[in-house]
């Protein structure tokens, strides 16, 4: 099946590399207009150079919620549309719940869940203004539904957009706006080499085939594979589907 985003404008976040940068690439493969936002100038740029310049990008800080409506405002009146809205942009933590200090439990909800909340607004009030409805698609996690050691205030946070996920799904299902999670596995991304360097030096290879081994399958994702999964669920081919979640873990859930 040849799953098209053709005619849609598609804006994603936290899209600079990794998962993000992924699902964009797909997108615009399966022929949507695509608009990726981040942090950082210097990673967009890049991001953009290496996809051949086509890709609509913006400097974009999810957490302020003024810079947000800003940078939707401005796709907006460059395409006259948007129809998906990828909250992908997220941060990690490691600690239990005595070891989370508050700024750290903060810093990880403004990013994973406020962030969540801005984009999503912004979205809506785009989408609402479309006779044909629109499509949101949130990050959320294994740890949504499933506990793994040390990881309190992240659990917490992927938590909190699985719960937004079925809010939005329900109140502007009206409104023809669908709203569907992906708890992704352990996907080898920038993130994930830079996270295992910093927290297990000198161990980088012993705890990379640990955590690969942990997952049913053996391994670890690869960001085009939950790009796979995104596409489709953005897609008119799935109009049915709204208000469910989907583990993209290689077996994490069901047979761990």
């Given at each position: 099946m040849?799953?098209?985003?053709?005619q849609?404008?598609?804006?994603?976040?936290?899209?600079?590399?990794g998962i993000g940068?992924?699902?964009a690439?797909?997108?615009?493969?399966?022929?949507?207009?695509?608009?990726?936002?981040?942090?950082?100038?210097e990673?967009?740029?890049k991001?953009?150079?290496?996809?051949g310049?086509?890709?609509?990008?913006?400097?974009c800080?999810?957490t302020n919620?003024?810079?947000?409506?800003?940078?939707?405002?401005?796709?907006?009146?460059?395409?006259?549309r948007?129809d998906i809205?990828?909250?992908?942009a997220?941060?990690a933590?490691?600690?239990?719940?005595?070891?989370?200090s508050?700024e750290?439990?903060?810093?990880?909800?403004?990013?994973?869940?406020?962030?969540?909340?801005?984009?999503?607004?912004?979205?809506?009030?785009?989408?609402?203004q479309n006779s044909?409805?629109?499509c949101?698609?949130n990050?959320?996690?294994?740890?949504?539904t499933s506990?793994?050691?040390?990881?309190?205030?992240y659990s917490a946070s992927?938590?909190?957009?699985l719960a937004m996920t079925y809010?939005?799904?329900?109140?502007?299902?009206d409104?023809k706006i669908?709203?569907?999670?992906?708890q992704?596995?352990r996907?080898?991304?920038?993130?994930?080499?830079?996270f295992?360097a910093?927290?297990y030096q000198?161990?980088?290879e012993e705890m990379f085939?640990?955590?690969?081994?942990?997952?049913?399958?053996g391994?670890?994702?690869?960001?085009?594979?939950i790009?796979?999964?995104?596409v489709?669920l953005?897609s008119d081919?799935?109009s049915?589907?709204?208000?469910?979640t989907?583990?993209?873990?290689?077996?994490t859930?069901?047979l761990?």
């Open positions: 040849k799953v098209s985003l053709s849609k404008v598609a804006v994603i976040t936290g899209a600079a590399s940068l992924a699902i690439q797909k997108m615009e493969e399966a022929g949507a207009k695509v608009s990726i936002l981040d942090q950082s100038r990673m967009l740029q991001a953009s150079d290496d996809s310049g086509t890709f609509d990008t913006h400097v800080d999810v919620a003024r810079q947000v409506e800003s940078v939707f405002g401005a796709i907006r009146q460059t395409f006259g948007i809205l990828v909250n992908n997220g941060i933590h490691i600690g239990n719940a005595q070891t989370t508050a750290d439990f903060e810093r990880i909800q403004k990013v994973n869940v406020f962030g969540v909340a801005n984009c999503t607004r912004s979205g809506l009030q785009h989408m609402t044909y409805g629109g949101i698609l990050m959320a996690s294994t740890v949504s506990a793994i050691a040390d990881r309190f205030a992927k938590g909190a957009v809010s939005v799904a329900k109140d502007f299902i409104h669908r709203c569907n999670a992906i992704p596995g996907v080898h991304t920038p993130f994930v080499d830079g295992i910093k927290n000198g161990k980088e085939r640990k955590l690969s081994e942990a997952q049913p399958i391994r670890m994702g690869q960001p085009d594979e790009a796979a999964a995104a489709f953005c081919e799935a049915f589907i709204t208000g469910a989907f583990p993209v873990d290689g077996g859930l069901t761990r």
